[in-house]
């Protein structure tokens, strides 16, 4: 019998009043004592008067005094090696190990924190600080020698096979103890050609998210600090302390289980592992989980009245069921591709031989279908394919379109080429990515007489269905689908040699070819001529089982990867640190359509920040305003052409009828509107003092970063103002001077005493800026009669008042189609860009004619791009696209629904402060006290994280960085905002 039997021990009979007893007999301390779980021992919290707290562990009598000196020699390592750890405390006789009733006692201080097996979601970072804590854990304990280290027991990896088969039997779930049983075998089997490879050494052997306590960061993640627990410290694999605590992991997000490659990258980079540790990682993650189901069940069968051990059946299965999800060698292959080993070698690879037999200068295809009759087109289905446009990759019959068009061409056969991401797989609106990427590649001949189809290469058939044919070629197999085949297994076939037919009456029908390494999942009759498509995340797996088959055919290889980390790197390359970058890990995006955006990969995210895109992203009828006028004529505002002329007009007929705003400047950008909104107002009055509203963004330029006072996006935004700029205070009813409702006298009035003081000193006002809805604040709105108050106020200063509508303007209030409406105003000069082009660089600044030719005091005003036939045509497009699809309109109710969404999550977690905004210009504000509104600027960004993996995209704002900026395509749908906000509450509910 082992010393210690997995699942097959009952615990000591202690109570909590034994344990109190304990206390105070061995260690003279009067304390309550609460009981822990646990599998085998007893363990309490002994709480003191003062408050202080320690633990105390009742052993099971299986383990003996060796195994406990062992324990404390393994402490001592950690701490040398600066791990924290919870130190043994003496009793009163000096000695670490105590004796009750035969039965070994020990007490320890008592680990801060909280166990991270009940933490829900864990974030990459906690991912990869677990695979370092497993690597430092190792590597403190590989010079501990001790005899107590030298013990049977059952959870050593070593023997979690036969332990598994032992305690399978009290599986009494039919099904499930078949599948441990088979994943048991099929994982003892892979180790079994790498297990006398495996360094042994001295490892924790249990540590899991149950035996490492984390401490809450800034981001309110918990954050592995403290190992506790070394109940199974012994001699091991050392890649077990590894597998034990990645499997762990898999119950937090057991959809995904491939996100535990962030702990096992850590590892590695710590404490490399070799290739033969490579390869047993996954084996091993599997044959622990098999261990826990079966040992769990065993559990139960002797010890019903373990209330722990009965709650922690159900998340064992979770851990097997998400080990077991991918294939054995697909997970195998991943791990070894993401810790940059090479693939398994075979003998002398894939030989490409001569296709003497094709007619000569025609290669295509001809050795497998050498009787087509016309040329082969290789189609684009990937996720920049331009015959994918306007939405056409959403249709269910993409595919079938792109086929038939390509037929129609003249084509005789089109290949949807293998390794191209499917942006015609992509879906929308979804938490996870769709299976894009093909591992074969699908031939669909068009109509016509039978054809023969032959074997491109030499192989042994290997397997035959009724419409497969498996040939062996040595290190590779080769699979042909969807033909009606003419050969028998064990045939020995030679290039040319027929394999089959594709009848008349079946087509058109597609043919799937696909090269798969042998120990890969066999080609099967699924799909019947369809290529087997493969989630973005086990591609780097599945390139290695499943190489191109293209040149065999005589065709270009066509593989795809996901190049993003490339892409980042190139950046930082030719970048200056100073420009922004969204994401710690950025995906690549290199399609958008209406509210939607899609990665190279084909995964698509609901984009909720994109107000630039007003119109939603690839617009036909801005694509096609684009393509008809730079075709025609693109040229500057200094000459005569209608555009110009037309597109102003459009505009003025937005502006508020008998508003005086009779006159456009068209520029090229929101930076370079403001900057000529404050020249008009400064050439205007003959003064030169700005004033503008502390935590603002008006741009980038020298005069519209003068008014930007944000130090969101400058930390010194307010000690380095040029000396012509006056910063009024923010009338923020949420964070400002003054809180509530009814606070817009109280701040109007605070800026006419500003307004006063600046007139004494000599500094009359030229201007005063403001955007119309706070939009650097998250789309706070103004206080109730402040704009209108503070307006008359200037006013009568002999100062203009400036509306920075880049945000908040074209629409996007829903209710109006200016932000300054909300406040019943009219502004002396609009600044205007982001939204009017869709995207286009097109800016403009609305005024009064009288304002206008004041500028002529400072000479000629002229953009080369501003106004250009091209950039007028788009903005008139733009316009068109609005009216006809009625966005201003689905902003206002979309807007509607999106809010109330947010403001029920507001009731539901006390982390969402303030919903601010209107329409779909919203904010919504996370704090970590609603009285106090301590912004949760960490918590935001870490959520923000987290919605992107669930495909959202959201970011953050604010002074403080801690308001979710919410401000989408106008095009958004009720459906996707649902899902955001679903996926809202779903971030808040399980963490990030």
Known sequence: MTEQNAGGLVRPEVSEADAAVIALELYGIEAVASELGSNQDRNFVLLEADGTRSVLRVDNPVFGDSARDAQHAALDAYRAAGLEVPAVLPGLDGELTQRWHGLAVRRSEFANGAPLVDAGYLAPVVLEEFGALAAESVLA????????????????????????????????????????????????????????????????GDLTDDNVMGRPGDDARLHPRVIIDLGDIGYGWRVAELAVTASSMLHHEPGRPLRVLDAIGAFHLRA???????????????????????????????????????????????????????????????????????????????????????????????????????????????????????????????????????????????????????????????????????????????????????????????????????????????????????????????????????????????????????????????????????????????????????????????????????????????????????????????????????DTTGRSYIDMVNNVAGLGHGHPGVADAVNRQIRILNTNSRFLYRELAEYSERLLAKLPAGSGLDTVLLVNSGSEAVDLALRLAQAATGRKTVVALREAYHGWTMASDAVTTSAYDNPYALENRPDWIYVADVPNRFRGTYRGEGTGPAYAADLGNDLAMLAAEGREVAGFICESVLGNAGGVLLPDGYLSDVYARVRAAGGLCIADEVQVGFGRMGSSFWGFEQSGVVPDIVTIAKPMGNGFPIGGVVTSKRVADALASQGQFFSSAGGNPLSCRVGIAVLDAMEQEGLQENARVVGARLAAGFRALAEKHSIVGPVHGEGLYLGVELVRDRATMEPASAEAAAICERLRELGVIVLTTSERSNVLKVKPPLCLTAQSADFVVAQLDRVLSTGW
């Open 272 to 598: 490399p592992l070799s290739p033969a540790e490579a390869r047993a990682v996954w084996p091993l993650i599997v044959l622990r989980a098999a261990l826990l189901v079966a040992s769990g069940w065993r559990q139960l069968e002797i010890d019903g009245g373990n209330d722990y051990a009965r709650e922690r059946v159900a998340g064992e299965q979770w851990i097997f069921d998400s080990a077991t999800d991918i294939p054995l060698t697909v997970a195998t292959e991943a791990v070894l591709a993401r810790l940059g080993f090479e693939g398994r070698p075979h003998r002398d690879g894939l030989e490409l031989v001569a296709l003497p037999w094709a007619p000569a200068g025609v290669d295509q295809m001809r050795g497998l279908l050498p009787g087509l009759g016309g040329p082969v087109e290789v189609l684009d289905p990937g996720v920049e394919s331009e015959a994918l446009a306007s939405g056409a990759w959403l249709s269910t019959d993409a595919e079938s379109g792109l086929i038939a068009a390509a037929i129609g061409r003249g084509a005789a056969a089109a290949v949807l080429p293998y390794g191209v991401y499917r942006l015609t797989r992509t879906s929308v609106d979804s938490v996870d990515a769709a299976e894009t990427w093909p591992a074969d590649l699908e031939a669909w001949v068009g109509a016509g007489d039978a054809l023969e189809v032959r074997s491109p290469v030499a192989g042994t058939v290997l397997a035959v269905g009724p419409s497969t044919v498996v040939l062996s070629l040595g290190g590779w197999h080769l699979g042909v689908s969807g033909i009606r085949t003419g050969v028998v297994a064990g045939q020995q076939i030679v290039p040319g040699a027929r394999l089959g037919e594709l009848p008349e009456a079946e087509r058109p029908r597609p043919i799937a070819v696909g090269l798969r390494r042998p120990d890969a999942l066999p080609l099967t009759e699924e799909g019947l001529g369809r290529a087997q498509l493969v989630e973005p995340d086990r591609v780097p797996a599945w390139r290695r089982l499943a190489p191109d088959p293209s040149p065999l055919l005589g065709l270009t290889p066509t593989g795809q990867r996901d190049e993003s980390a490339d892409e980042q790197l190139r950046r930082e390359r030719i970048f200056a640190s100073a420009q922004e970058r969204y994401y710690e890990r950025p995906m690549q995006i290199e399609r958008g359509w209406r509210h939607h955006l899609v």
């Open 141 to 204: 304990l590989a010079g501990l020698s001790h005899a107590g280290l030298a013990r049977e027991n059952a959870w050593d990896m070593r023997v979690a096979y036969d332990e598994t088969v032992r305690l399978a039997p009290a599986i009494a779930d039919d099904s499930l103890r078949e599948r441990v049983l088979a994943a048991a075998q099929e994982a003892h089997e892979a180790l079994a050609s790498v297990a006398g490879a495996l360094p042994v050494q001295a490892i924790h």
